[in-house]
């Protein structure tokens, strides 16, 4: 496909290594915010193939990761209502909740289907006057747009039998709490590129500045990673922290502004729990008192469901960079996608997910073992 | 507005207490997953139909039996066929119907003589396109060279189906000296691919529910016995074949893997894939190693034959794209692990259950 | 987050009173909302995300990057030692026409 073809070329990708090599001289941790980042560095095995002294560590940007406990349980119990149709994202299907996730719903006879498009949901909604549809709208601000177009033409159509479960969040509060954390890790961010494209770069320079960390605006193909790690790592060797922008094609500095009028009649500011990793202030979106009549919460009175999380699950840890999936306990033993118990291991971009995936293969042998024996399937 | 719920915390699934056969961990019903030819199909077999039939030949788990019966070898499969909806680009339930359970055949070296057909039909369903359907079923039966020998017919009430269902077997002649199956594949057998992947999948998420986008994809659905006739006269010692079809070329390679104790490596960039195909992948963010095929196959071929058989294979017009995409090795027995575009590795891992679209 | 891919422009319509386009992903056509970028062309390619249309490619900026890319061995052949080359890259990678723009506030 044009436009991604490119930015796989093996040739150039040395180009960049080689530059990368060239220029390291010391250990230094990048952030890669985005879950789509995660997930073309470990298909691609680009980690592998960095020096030594770059070492990546896997931020918190997977919207169906980050989701909290207590919204997926929201979700669980309006979905197993019988007047509803419940459409969600394909990934959020096998997220579990406190006792069973979306697909187990659907096999106890609840209306739960995967779409592609918030639209799409809409249109069902139109179809089934006699209904009551919801959509799961979870989503960073690339994800936000869409979902608050949606429920913008809902009120506008005047379509009452349309509801939308929102659990949005944002990602410059997130690069701020990590940042904040005591044990804080990370030297330099690649920034979630298609976030950028809605939002523009102007709320990265403060922080790059604040925390003296270089912030580069990053792609996702491979190419794009790879510019994004040279990038920040020239910075670093250099001793700059400024912001870049390494994903020009798509991203420009004030994003795009008709998408950023929508966000702001829709939806509104609100502190967010994010799974794993508690509450982080300003850091989600809900809706906004206009469309407040939308909001699936409060139509299904669910607003009162509070949940714990697992004791043993170190999410949290794992989205802060301070623990590798592999190094947790429970990874591959009691965890594997098959039975998860945090949302790292059930998105496929989770980075405990990833890990488990596509990078057995270095793991030691015993955890393998354990893995494959739980899997009951011949993987040993 | 509404009570507290207090939940406790979940329970941890306990692990030492689970030994074979037992019931399902966490699961108390019927999922789709279940269906999608992944890990949970094979815990369904593993756990709840082979502990309860016993038999030795169903312990072989193949996609087809092979049974000595009054001196002759036969092969014998069956296969039932829920697909929605009845009919897309490039085929029918019914093409698959009659491709399914012959290409099972084929790939224990059959070719298939008798096809048994059970229509399970919803009521309501409109009599043309039962009609429709029957004409395609009989076409592709005689494109494939199998008659229809048997069949049976039941009416569900309305809302119990999804228009009708079909289920053919088949029964084969296997011809002497072959023998195919994942057991006999060892390092260093060369494996090939009759063409492009994910044809078939894509084709019918192109007319799915909530998915639907135009394509000039078609799905791939042919019979193979005729091309796994042109590889076996090349030599009778092939190792083993598959056709990737629920759960893609992964699902496949992982399932001969297993079976033979030999790790697989796969050069990424040598699989076949089509532009529309890595499209809709790029676009749903599947992967085209997982998406379903109907009339391709994967074979393990030893060194010494590989270059000949590729070249029987796309002197054959189902086989014109095949290609060789990697090779048994000793390392990693039980994985398969493909090398990336970029020169890295990633272990290729059988699937969980159905794929599903992601948005990140 | 967003898994957002490249599609181009092939048709352009009003539905329902909102601003649809078909668009081309490689030979899959999937309909998209262009509500957010409602002076798109038809040929132009656009970054697509679960349906919508979120930001214009700017195609000439991919050519440039790309540039960029197969540069950088080049250099390092000309400038021999291949730090010298990365600091000379610094020099002339802050401009537009490198493909890398640096933002500052």
Redesign the interface.
């Known amino acids: 496909m044009k436009y991604i073809e490119e930015f796989q070329d093996p040739e150039l990708a040395q180009r960049l290594l080689d530059d990368i090599r060239a220029t390291v001289t010391r250990p230094w941790a990048l952030m890669e915010v985005c879950g789509g980042q995660t997930h073309t560095i470990i298909r691609h095995g680009i980690d592998q193939l960095l020096p030594d002294e770059v070492e990546l560590i896997h931020g918190p940007g997977c919207p169906v990761c980050v989701t909290p406990l207590e919204v997926i349980d929201k979700a669980l119990e309006i979905a197993s209502r019988p007047e509803v149709v419940f459409c969600s994202f394909g990934d959020m299907l096998r997220v579990p909740g406190t006792d069973r996730d979306l697909f187990r719903v659907r096999a106890e006879g609840g209306d739960v289907r995967v779409v592609y498009s918030p639209l799409d949901a809409l249109r069902l909604a139109q179809q089934n006057p006699d209904r009551e549809v919801v959509f799961f709208g979870i989503g960073f601000e690339t994800t936000a747009p869409p979902n608050a177009m949606t429920v913008y033409q809902a009120r506008k159509s005047g379509i009452r039998n349309f509801s939308m479960l929102v659990s949005h969040v944002r990602v410059p509060p997130a690069i701020e709490a990590i940042m904040r954390s005591p044990d804080c890790r990370v030297q330099g961010f690649l920034a979630a590129g298609h976030v950028c494209s809605v939002m523009g770069v102007g709320e990265y320079p403060e922080l790059a500045e604040k925390h003296r960390v270089p912030i580069v605006v990053t792609g996702f193909e491979p190419l794009d990673i790879l510019e994004g790690v040279r990038r920040a790592v020239r910075q670093l060797e250099a001793g700059t922290h400024t912001v870049e922008n390494a994903y020009p094609r798509a991203v420009r500095p004030e994003g795009n502004p008709a998408a950023q009028a929508m966000l702001a009649d829709v939806f509104e500011v609100t502190d967010r729990s994010w799974r794993g990793i508690g509450v982080i202030p300003d850091s989600g979106w809900r809706l906004s008192g206009r469309y407040r009549e939308f909001d699936a919460e409060q139509r299904f009175a669910v607003g009162g469901i509070q949940t714990r999380e697992p004791a043993a699950c170190r999410a949290g840890e794992v989205l802060q960079g301070l623990l590798k999936p592999h190094e947790c306990e429970a990874f591959g033993t009691i965890c594997t996608p098959r039975t998860p118990l945090g949302a790292t291991m059930v998105s496929s971009e989770g980075a405990c997910a990833a890990y488990y995936l596509y990078r057995r293969l270095e793991l030691p042998q015993a955890r393998v073992n354990a893995a494959a024996a739980g899997e009951a399937s011949p993987v040993v | ?10 329970e ?2 306990d ?1 030492t207490a ?1 030994t ?1 056969p037992l019931p399902l ?3 108390t ?5 279940h269906g999608g030819g992944g ?2 199909s ?2 369904l077999v ?2 709840v139909f082979a502990p309860a039939f016993g038999g030795p030949l169903l312990a072989g788990l193949g996609d087809s039996a092979v049974l000595e019966l009054g001196g002759a070898r036969l092969a014998f499969s069956t296969d039932s066929f829920v697909v929605r909806p009845l009919f897309f680009p490039g085929g029918s339930i019914a093409d698959l119907a009659v491709n399914g359970t012959v290409n099972d055949l084929a790939m224990s070296g059959a070719r298939a003589a008798y096809l048994s057909c059970g229509f399970i039909l919803e009521e309501g369903l409109e009599l043309s396109v039962l009609g429709r359907l029957a004409e395609a079923l009989g076409a592709a039966a005689r494109a494939a060279g199998v008659e229809v020998a048997t069949g049976d017919t039941k009416v569900v009430e309305a809302g119990h189906g999804d228009g009708l269902y079909i289920n053919t077997a088949g029964i084969g002649l296997l011809p002497p000296g072959v023998d195919l199956r994942p057991q006999r594949v060892v390092p260093g057998d060369v494996v090939i691919v009759s063409g492009a992947i994910g044809l078939h999948g ?1 084709a019918i998420m ?1 007319v799915r529910e ?2 639907e ?5 078609e799905s791939d659905c042919a019979p193979l016995g005729g091309l796994v006739e042109a590889m076996l006269a090349v030599t009778t010692d092939l190792h083993v074949l598959r056709d990737p079809t629920r759960g893609g070329l992964a699902a496949a390679l ?1 399932e001969i893997a ?2 033979a104790g030999v790790g697989v490596v796969v050069q990424e960039r040598r699989v076949p894939v ?3 195909v ?3 992948c ?4 599947l992967d085209p190693f997982y998406v379903a095929n109907e009339g391709k196959l994967v074979a393990f071929v030893p060194r010494e034959h590989a270059e000949a058989v590729l070249a029987a294979m796309r002197a054959h017009p189902l086989g014109a794209e095949a290609a060789v995409i990697g090779e048994a090795v000793e390392a ?4 398969v ?1 493909a090398r ?8 290729v ?2 699937p ?2 159905e794929q ?5 | 987050m967003c898994l957002a891919v490249p599609g181009r422009v092939l048709r352009i319509e009003e539905r329902d009173g909102t601003k649809m386009a078909d668009v081309d992903f490689g030979g899959v056509i999937k309909e998209v909302c262009l509500e957010y970028l409602p002076d798109l062309e038809v040929g132009e390619y656009a970054i697509v995300h679960v349906g919508f249309a979120l930001q214009r490619l700017d195609e000439e900026s991919a050519r440039r990057t790309l540039e960029l890319f197969a540069g950088l061995g080049i250099l390092q052949e000309e400038f021999g030692d291949p730090w010298e080359a990365a600091v000379a890259m610094g020099r002339t990678a802050g401009g537009a026409e490198t493909g890398v723009e640096e933002v500052r506030r």
């Open positions: 507005m509404s009570d507290t719920i207090e939940r406790p915390p979940a941890q699934p692990l689970w074979c961990r966490d699961q019903r019927v999922v789709m997953g890990v949970m094979a815990e593993d756990h894509v192109s909530g998915l986008f135009g394509a000039c994809v992982n297993g079976a089509p532009a529309p890595a499209g809709a790029a676009m749903l963010g990693h027995p039980g994985m692990v990336t575009g970029l020169g890295g590795t990633r272990v891992d059988l969980l259950g599903l679209p992601r948005i990140c």
